[in-house]
DNA sequence: GAAATAAGTTAGTATGCCCTAACTTTTACC
DNA sequence: GGTAAAAGTTAGGGCATACTAACTTATTTC
């Protein structure tokens, strides 16, 4: 009969477990800007059956993480994105600090932060960003949210997107796929690169670019996952 | 019909989850040079149930990494002591990198490592280990294993069980209580310091001992967690 | 060696997270 | 705006891991 007795479901106190951190990082991967995140899109990302997440998404839910409508999506709430931001932090400090202090490659860092990030502790995430120096990005150019939980949201271009004769310097890169992130490698569009269109061949085909002094020729599917900040320079932006 | 469609059973494929790995870890531990694990003491070594530790007991026999005989304990099998030496040398390579690459008290080391020895890889700790400089000993002064799965098993005596008079130095102490690591580092007893048991009083009384040129004086339960390899010295063993 | 105690097991239940199959709701299209 | 396709949910399981309560086996004690 007295309160104090009863469970106490003070939210957001208990750790959450790993897939729901993953559900949480993938939840704000999608909507990022605030949209929605479909069923289906989630599933995919986490390699799930659309049944399973459904289940899930009304666990997370009924913890106040996600605001869920049935048949709509759900959206974070408040405590979900900061516990998105902290899962993220952790995932990205993990990549940067892999990279920097121990060598490791940038196609490799992925997968070993997928597991850390749910077992470090928040003082061992901090010593690490501490050591290397508190980087502001991981080694494929995301940016690291703070402690305090924010980031920067900018939205760049993809290099599908960018105009020909347009030039831009590579900012980040998708990180999941090790083979992608190799090729890349051997091609050298690494952030920081500076890089031009130079032309694209219709019906998706190959588009051209210009980087250093050599000219190099990708497909468009590739060219997706490489995001660029546009520089205003000489051939400007009509293409 | 075909033995191919069959659920591949090659046992010791898997990874093993975080709750076998620590199992394994107690059952060696407990039973470290072939003895019989009870299973009361693996119950209370992990905090949970006799109840649960009969079915987790059961699964782990099924699986090969555990010969069990009903009513009467358990033993590693070869499969199973090599899965626990494989926990164990992340587990301490792992506290002997944050302790040294990153400046972590001795006295938290374990609690982290406790849940990174489960997600990180064989390359990562490899890694650790290297850009540390391959260390045999964790910072408690427990031997790491190697990769091929062997470990210095020497039984040190513990300082309760030191003579009056006799001298030793100290190799290793307990490393889970975060307390009584705060107190023995505030007495100075590390791992490689002389020490001289000056007297031991009855009936579990204080024991002195003699430490650098300070005298202090302990209890036989702090004493009985400080391993000290004897000294053949003026005192002798007598006592 | 029988009774008392300690140790260990089984039965039954819970929770988290996943699955497939069958169903419902939404959306897209003519 | 009715129907087909797509998206999403529910129903019904499975497995791993834990718990408590009740029972059985082993050990200790007199
Ligand atoms: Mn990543
Ligand atoms: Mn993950
Ligand atoms: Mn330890
Ligand atoms: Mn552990």
Same mark, same amino acid.
């Given at each position: 009969?007295?309160?104090?007795?009863?469970?106490?479901?003070?939210?957001?106190?208990?750790?959450?477990?790993?897939?729901?951190?993953? +559900?949480? =990082?993938?939840?704000?991967?999608?909507?990022?800007?605030?949209?929605?995140?479909?069923?289906?899109?989630?599933?995919?990302?986490?390699?799930?059956?659309?049944?399973?997440?459904?289940?899930?998404?009304?666990?997370?839910?009924?913890?106040?993480?996600?605001?869920?409508?049935? +048949?709509?999506?759900? =959206?974070?709430?408040?405590?979900?994105?900061?516990?998105?931001?902290?899962?993220?932090?952790?995932?990205?400090?993990? %990549?940067?600090?892999?990279?920097?202090?121990?060598?490791?490659?940038?196609?490799?860092?992925? %997968?070993?932060?997928?597991?850390?990030?749910?077992?470090?502790?928040?003082?061992?995430?901090?010593?690490?960003?501490?050591?290397?120096? %508190?980087?502001?990005?991981?080694?494929?150019?995301?940016?690291?949210?703070?402690?305090?939980?924010?980031?920067?949201?900018?939205? +760049?271009?993809?290099?599908?997107?960018l105009?020909?004769g347009a030039s831009g310097v590579?900012?980040?890169?998708?990180?999941?796929?090790?083979?992608?992130?190799?090729?890349?490698? %051997?091609?050298?569009?690494?952030?920081?690169?500076r890089i031009t269109v130079?032309?694209?061949?219709? +019906?998706?085909?190959?588009?051209?670019?210009g980087?250093?002094?050599?000219?190099?020729?990708?497909?468009?599917?590739?060219?997706?996952?490489?995001?660029v900040?546009p520089l205003a320079d000489r051939a400007? =932006?009509?293409?």
């Open positions: 009969m007295s309160a104090a007795r009863e469970e106490s479901r003070v939210p957001g106190r208990e750790p959450l477990t790993a897939p729901v951190e993953d +559900y949480l =990082k993938a939840i704000y991967a999608i909507g990022r800007g605030s949209g929605a995140a479909a069923t289906n899109e989630i599933a995919q990302r986490l390699a799930l059956a659309p049944a399973s997440v459904s289940g899930m998404v009304r666990r997370l839910a009924d913890q106040g993480l996600l605001a869920y409508e049935r +048949y709509h999506g759900v =959206k974070l709430t408040e405590s979900g994105r900061r516990a998105a931001l902290r899962t993220l932090r952790r995932h990205r400090v993990i %990549e940067a600090y892999l990279a920097e202090a121990l060598g490791y490659p940038w196609d490799r860092v992925h %997968e070993e932060a997928e597991r850390l990030e749910h077992a470090a502790s928040d003082e061992l995430v901090d010593r690490m960003a501490a050591t290397i120096g %508190e980087p502001e990005v991981d080694p494929h150019g995301a940016p690291i949210p703070t402690k305090d939980g924010s980031v920067d949201e900018t939205e +760049y271009t993809s290099l599908a997107d105009a020909v590579v900012v980040r890169v998708a990180d999941e796929d090790p083979e992608m992130l190799r090729y890349l490698g %051997e091609l050298s569009i690494l952030p920081g690169k130079r032309s694209r061949a219709p +019906y998706d085909g190959p588009i051209t670019l980087s250093g002094r050599q000219e190099i020729s990708i497909g468009p599917a590739l060219a997706s996952h490489v995001l900040a400007g =932006k009509r293409g």
